[in-house]
């Protein structure tokens, strides 16, 4: 089993930055990809950014390139999403998933993900 825990969302004004992060516990975490998706009301889940076991493979979703990061720890078990630019589509439930794979790639489908978090609500006012 992994725990995925997620932290740092909240209430912003459009056009301000945001960090959220994620914590994975439980099982031994070795060649696992993580990734963030979001959902917002009424829409379907949207791959947001991915990164490589390796951490040296980053994955953007159209809607986020260039204004979001991505970026891991992997001695902390931690994954983070800066979060810059914020418009108020991005306003979502943000959620972070990994994916054990011996390549540890990316996959842009959430179906691909064995494991997910609880889900951290950011809302950005216009």
């Known amino acids: 089993q992994v725990q995925l825990v997620e932290s740092g969302g909240g209430l912003v004004q459009a056009g301000t930055s945001l960090r959220v992060s994620c914590v994975a516990s439980?099982?031994?975490?070795?060649?696992?990809?993580m990734a963030w998706f979001r959902q917002a009301p009424g829409k379907e889940r949207e791959f947001v950014a991915g990164i490589s076991w390796s951490g040296s493979s980053t994955y953007y979703g159209d809607s986020v390139k260039g204004r979001f990061t991505i970026s891991r720890d992997s001695a902390k078990n931690t994954m983070y999403l800066q979060m810059n630019s914020l418009k108020p589509e991005d306003t979502a439930v943000y959620y972070c998933?990994?994916?054990?794979?011996?390549?540890?790639?990316?996959?842009?489908?959430?179906?691909?993900?064995?494991?997910w978090g609880q889900g951290t609500q950011v809302t950005v006012s216009s």
């Open positions: 439980g099982r031994t975490l070795s060649r696992y990809a």
């Open positions: 998933a990994v994916r054990f794979t011996s390549s540890g790639v990316v996959a842009y489908s959430g179906a691909q993900y064995d494991y």
